[in-house]
């Protein structure tokens, strides 16, 4: 199993921003799909963005505008940049990285977002 390591969260208060990172410990091969997901206090996780092999992305309403997610091949590194932060945005955050074969998930980054 590879280990994917993220970095980036913590405390922030309303209106800040953030960039979370994700790189996996040892090279995958065949990535499709790259993407964030969160999981807010006592609700279900749920996809926050995701990045294809050709740049195509897709975003949750509740960040269109607000979050951008992209992706640096050569590193095999996703990022997520959250700017304008919301209360409601204070999740565990996990990087999630999809090969034809399996998906990979990351153990999570909180952030907690203050009002």
């Known amino acids: 199993q590879v280990q994917l390591m993220e970095s980036g969260g913590g405390l922030v208060q309303a209106g800040g921003s953030l960039r979370l990172s994700c790189t996996p410990a040892?090279?995958?091969?065949?990535?499709?799909?790259m993407a964030w997901y969160r999981q807010p206090p006592g609700k279900e996780r749920e996809l926050v963005a995701q990045?294809?092999?050709?740049?195509?992305?897709n975003y949750a309403d509740s960040v269109k505008g607000r979050g951008t997610i992209s992706r640096d091949n050569i590193k095999n590194t996703v990022y997520l940049q959250m700017n304008n932060l919301r209360p409601e945005d204070t999740a565990v955050y996990y990087c999630?990285?999809?090969?034809?074969?399996?998906?990979?998930w990351g153990q999570g980054t909180q952030v907690t977002v203050s009002s």
């Open positions: 990045i294809n092999n050709a740049g195509d992305t």
């Open positions: 040892r090279n995958i091969g065949g990535i499709n799909v």
């Open positions: 999630s990285v999809r090969t034809i074969f399996q998906t990979y």
